[in-house]
T-cell receptor, first 114, second 114 residues
């Protein structure tokens, strides 16, 4: 069965600093990978998704993620953090043939400090 | 705004009772998925409905059941509530069941079981 592991349940960065949120996947077949963001008291919003077309995926709000098969990773980055980026971020996976039924990681809470 | 609306937003139930949560999908979407998000955890897939038929189920007991109506709105029913059922229940809709069909989440229904 597929799964994703998010390293670091809490990450704190200074405003303007690089954001790096880690996600590793476990899958015996090529996966489709997603990053979602959840703001307080809101549902989840899709940031970006990897669909095998390109290993570097650009998403909304300046975020991007790179699929690295050799490392089984799909880390999320943003060059310069903004206060409005403070939220919880979830990595998710589905498999070929698995449709859009997603398996989520446990999430990383991002805090942005002045 | 994703166009996915859920009701009620908050409710409190007593152990052993039954609850019904409702979801209106985004216009044009024929697929509804339900997820359970316990505090501090990522969402877990409960089940998915496609054109009024169940299209996959996660690792949840039979007391979790659902319906999808001809207008593609959906209900999640939970019988014999347990304390561990306390969670945020998220509904998501999409225009199909394939991985390429982005799922759009509602803001969720907070269920507290006492």
């Amino acid at each position: 069965a597929q799964s994703v592991t998010q390293l670091g349940s809490h990450v704190s960065v200074s405003e303007g600093a690089l954001v790096l949120l880690r996600c590793n996947y476990s899958s015996s077949v090529p996966p489709y990978l997603f990053w979602y963001v959840q703001y307080p008291n809101q549902g989840l919003q899709l940031l970006l998704k990897y669909t095998s077309a390109a290993t570097l995926v650009k998403g909304i709000n300046g975020f991007e993620a790179e699929f690295k098969k050799s490392e089984t990773s799909f880390h999320l980055t943003k060059p310069s953090a903004h206060m409005s980026d403070a939220a919880e971020y979830f990595c998710a996976v589905t498999l070929t043939g698995g449709g859009n039924k997603l398996t989520f990681g446990t999430g990383t809470q991002l805090k942005v400090e002045l | 705004e994703t166009g996915v609306t859920q009701s009620p937003t908050h409710l409190i139930k007593t152990r052993g009772q039954q609850v019904t949560l409702r979801c209106s999908s985004q216009s044009g979407h024929n697929t509804v998925s339900w997820y359970q998000q316990a505090l501090g955890q990522g969402p877990q897939f409960i089940f998915q409905y496609y054109r009024e038929e169940e299209n996959g189920r996660g690792n949840f007991p039979p007391r979790f059941s659902g319906l999808q109506f001809p207008n593609y709105s959906s209900e999640l029913n939970v019988n014999a509530l347990e304390l561990d059922d306390s969670a945020l229940y998220l509904c998501a809709s999409s225009s199909g069941t394939g991985w390429e069909n982005t799922i759009y989440f509602g803001e969720g229904s907070w269920l507290t079981v006492v």
